[in-house]
């Protein structure tokens, strides 16, 4: 009995030591994710075209386990002091999602993030953001818009949920680039969130 439980315990060691060297190994340094390929549609007969989308993933950004079909991919990510261990820090939830055609285009789509987090939304408060909106471009040469709701309160004054996002308009398709999550994890985060979005390479397929 007694081999039998320092084996055991031998095998937990093992396997502990192996675990702290995957995450070691996890967080190393950024990953870049390559041709994940979706489709966009083609002005030419309405057929569609295959287009390939890349990003480098920041240092201590966690991959989500599949989940929401509309995602092409789900990560999770903390402020890199949280990252080695600071206790009671909600990670932000960052998705990339890609929608061929317009997706009925910026206004929808910001009205849409801000009910999400329950903002108010008029016509002209949409366009004012639209209006004031800073703007980068993808390392592939996309333009993006950039989305920032933390200096906005929710309808009941009472949420600190908040989005910082890239949107990306092609000329058939619309990519985006969503942080979600605690306002002040969101602002630690946003330099980040921002370069993450710069690092979005879009690219049509070869046939």
Request: glycine share 8%.
């Amino acid at each position: 009995m007694v081999v039998i439980a320092s084996l055991a315990g031998l095998m937990r060691l093992i396997f502990s030591v192996f675990l702290v060297f995957l995450l070691a190994c996890h967080n190393s340094q950024p990953r870049h994710y390559t041709e994940i390929a979706f489709k966009a549609k083609s002005p030419m007969m309405g057929m569609e075209a295959p287009i390939h989308v890349s990003w480098n993933l920041p240092k201590g950004w966690i991959d989500q386990p599949a989940g929401d079909p509309m995602r092409l991919a789900s990560f999770f990510a903390l402020d890199s002091g949280d990252a080695v261990g600071e206790t009671g820090a909600k990670p932000v939830d960052v998705s990339i999602v890609q929608l061929a055609g317009t997706a009925g285009g910026l206004p929808a789509n910001i009205t849409r993030w801000m009910g999400q987090v329950k903002i108010p939304a008029s016509p002209e408060i949409v366009q004012d953001i639209i209006a004031h909106a800073d703007t980068l471009h993808t390392v592939s040469g996309q333009k993006g818009t950039v989305v920032d709701f933390t200096n906005m309160l929710s309808g009941d004054m009472t949420s600190t949920t908040s989005i910082i996002g890239v949107i990306i308009e092609g000329p058939d398709y619309m990519v985006f680039v969503k942080a979600m999550g605690d306002q002040d994890q969101l602002l630690k985060l946003k330099n980040r969130i921002l370069a993450f979005g710069r690092s979005v390479s879009i690219s049509e397929a070869n046939p």
